[in-house]
């Protein structure tokens, strides 16, 4: 019986006394395969305990690797990406450079067409005036004779 508030010690060596005067054989046995019991309990727990560890530390090792694995795979795609974005930049230097050389073209062109049009010009203004001077001539000379022909006049 525990020691209650008002117990005094002395009182409870007559019962434990009398508990290792006479030995029950029953009860320690019984104690014993609980204890037992409780030990193979134990351990079964702590072999599953330890698979289950073993199965976790797998599972870390393998996710390890995965995660280095996709971490390379994130390097090689971001190195992708910069040399597509460099050479994006390039092509778009290069598109850059022939949009200025059209536009040099095409302001060369339209030079060109405005300097044949003043040509153009000057060429009609010029058969007008060869024109004119010949008609000038032609009324203010008289016609030159031909030299195959006989002169009947």
Not at 17 to 25: I, K, T
């Amino acid at each position: 019986r525990p020691l209650g508030l008002f117990d005094h010690p002395a009182d409870h060596i007559f019962t434990a006394g009398a508990m290792f005067s006479q030995p029950n054989y029953g009860a320690a046995s019984t104690h014993i395969q609980t204890l037992m019991a409780e030990r193979e309990d134990f351990l079964a727990v702590n072999k599953r305990q330890a698979a289950r560890i073993k199965e976790l530390e797998e599972a870390v090792s393998a996710l390890t690797t995965e995660r280095d694995e996709v971490a390379e795979e994130s390097r090689a795609c971001s190195l992708l990406v910069e040399t597509l974005a460099a050479s994006n930049d390039e092509k778009e230097r290069k598109i850059e450079r022939l949009q200025t050389a059209i536009r040099s073209l095409w302001s060369v062109q339209q030079a060109a067409l405005q300097k044949a049009d003043e040509m153009s010009g000057l060429a009609k203004e010029s058969s007008g005036i060869l024109e004119t001077l010949q008609d000038m001539l032609e009324e203010g000379m008289p016609r030159q004779l031909d030299v195959d022909q006989p002169n009947y006049t």
